[in-house]
């Protein structure tokens, strides 16, 4: 098992910036990806990035060239940049570990893009 901890998200204005990170309670040796998913009231859960143990990237076409997602092995923490928000971008954003066939999950953190 692995339990994953969030932090980062709030309230921020259109065209603001924030960073999101997950830290996972074991090394990222064991863990095959780390992806963050966002969910907006009534609407279905979205993959917004993902990234690989190698390092491979994969992002939703709505948050392409705006968020990058990194990921620290030294300190088993993967991280979301978001740049340039937008308000379709407030949701409650979720990080989760790929682990032996398994997905594990966070407990999400509201990002919220308002004036």
């Known amino acids: 098992q692995v339990q994953l901890v969030e932090s980062g998200g709030g309230l921020v204005q259109p065209g603001g910036s924030l960073r999101l990170s997950c830290t996972a309670s074991r090394s990222f040796f064991s863990i095959y990806a780390m992806s963050w998913y966002r969910q907006a009231p009534g609407k279905q859960r979205e993959l917004v990035a993902r990234i690989t143990s190698g390092g491979s990237t994969n992002y939703a076409d709505s948050v392409k060239g705006r968020f990058t997602s990194s990921r620290d092995n030294a300190k088993n923490t993967v991280y979301l940049q978001m740049n340039s928000l937008k308000p379709g971008d407030t949701a409650v954003y979720s990080c989760?570990?790929?682990?032996?066939?398994?997905?594990?999950w966070g407990q999400g953190t509201q990002v919220t893009v308002s004036s």
């Open positions: 989760s570990a790929e682990m032996d066939e398994m997905r594990y």
